[in-house]
């Protein structure tokens, strides 16, 4: 933390959930799509279990607010600046195993569902950071749009959002360092 940074809880979950250094505007925005996001998503879950509805609220303002966190500023600091590595960037995918958690809660999902969103995710990663950087960006978009034709009929309609959200979020927004 730097001179004249605030100190209080407040910042120190803002640093958490957005990012260090977020500025007011980045903060507001992220927040903003994450509570819209949730809000849609929980539309959507009309009908569905209690426990179910819970998990794609905390599911829809993870993936939502990260896309957009992971797209500004301050994340790309985060996640970009010096001493991170490509191992880094996998990890931070590979830890999205969201599909798996909406198989075990969410009826209508199937393993081999989230198994098929989770692998295009992986896989739509380790293309983007195999080629050289100034490929990164189409392989990345190539990547998203064929995850999401490809895996559109994984996941119930209820949850049509979850995997090009998730996409977004991870092989757009958080591999991409510009």
Not at 49 to 78: Q, S, W
Not at 138 to 164: D, E, G, K, Q, R
Request: hydrophobic share 60%; net charge positive.
């Amino acid at each position: 933390m730097t001179a004249g940074e605030p100190r209080g809880l407040g910042s120190r979950v803002n640093g958490l959930l957005v990012a260090p250094g977020a500025t007011g505007a980045e903060s507001l925005l992220a927040y903003t799509a994450a509570l819209t996001g949730t809000l849609v998503a929980v539309w959507k879950a009309d009908g569905l279990p209690a426990l179910a509805v819970v998990v794609i609220a905390v599911l829809a303002f993870d993936l939502f607010g990260g896309a957009t966190v992971n797209a500004t500023a301050a994340a790309k600091r985060r996640f970009h600046g010096p001493g991170r590595t490509r191992r880094h960037h996998l990890a931070f995918v590979a830890l999205h195993g969201q599909p798996f958690l909406l198989a075990l809660t969410v009826p209508g999902v199937g393993w081999g569902g989230a198994a098929l969103v989770y692998g295009l995710a992986l896989a739509g990663a380790v293309a983007a950071l195999a080629v050289p950087a100034d490929l990164r960006r189409p392989v990345a978009y190539a990547a998203t749009v064929l995850a999401i034709a490809v895996s559109c009929a994984a996941m119930p309609v209820a949850l049509a959002w979850f995997a090009p959200v998730l996409f977004v979020k991870l092989l757009l927004a958080h591999l991409l360092p510009e």
